[in-house]
């Protein structure tokens, strides 16, 4: 018959020790398992709200999902600039702006100002940044000289803009800054910023820039707003 193992008291109280540390780990793991389970089901259910919500026209949620989904592209290579451009111009407000980087984090879990650097050419990016600048903090604001430089350097962007290190001109965002200008007094009011900001003559750019029928064309956009 074999003989039972005998501990003496120290031994004992040894591996009782030992027994007490394992299932204190075990616990712990356990407690925190559901802990992290539990957070991954709260940022999940969110982030489904969020989804939810990014069907309904203008909320937050589905600007943010048009820019993600320009920066996507529908799979194909760069980023949809025209569609993200159009999605910024439809946000009115600095504080709309801000509920539309918030619910990109919810939804997306990343910061949509670094995603926009790191898709966008650094005219591009300057562009967009120009565009979200401009936006008045609340609505009913009147026009700032804020506004008119903002307008002012988007030009800028857009005659800066290259294509495969070959310069060129973007004439979309060209056309959607005449397009958001509402008065030709606005017009001139971005020609003086433009030239205390660059040191050249706003008019005299654009007939470099542009073909003379696009400058024609993009002129007549302005002569058609009010006077003031």
């Known amino acids: 018959m074999q003989k039972p193992i005998l501990y003496n008291s120290g031994e004992r109280e040894e591996m009782s020790l030992k027994e007490k540390v394992v299932y204190s780990l075990l616990a712990a793991a356990g407690i925190t398992g559901v802990i992290v389970l539990g957070k991954k089901l709260i940022d999940k259910t969110i982030s489904n709200r969020a989804h939810a919500k990014s069907f309904e026209d203008g909320s ?6 048009q820019i993600k989904m320009a ?20 946000i009115k407000t600095k504080d709309e702006l801000n509920k539309v980087y918030k619910a990109y984090q919810r939804e997306y879990g990343s910061n949509m100002y670094k995603d926009m650097s790191d898709e966008l050419q650094a005219s591009e990016y300057n562009e967009m940044l120009q565009i979200m600048e401009a936006k008045p903090q609340k609505a009913g604001q009147a026009l700032t000289a804020n506004q008119h430089a903002a307008w002012a350097k988007r ?39 433009y030239y205390q900001l660059y040191s ?10 542009l073909e003379l029928w696009e400058y024609t064309d993009y002129m007549k956009i302005i002569l058609a707003k009010p006077k003031t």
């Not at 996507?72 to 980023?79: A, I, R, S, V």
């Not at 050249?200 to 820039?209: D, F, M, T």
């Open 60 to 65: 937050p949620e589905t600007f943010a999902k």
């Open 155 to 193: 030009l800028k962007a857009a005659f800066d803009k290259s294509y495969a290190f070959i310069p060129g001109t973007d004439e979309d965002a060209i056309k959607a800054v005449f397009t958001e200008i509402p008065t030709q007094t606005a017009f001139i009011n971005v020609g003086k910023a």
């Open 71 to 90: 920066f996507e592209n529908d799979g194909y290579f760069g980023t949809d600039t025209q569609g993200l451009r159009n999605t910024l111009m439809q």
């Open 200 to 209: 050249e003559n706003l008019i005299e750019a654009l007939k470099a820039e």
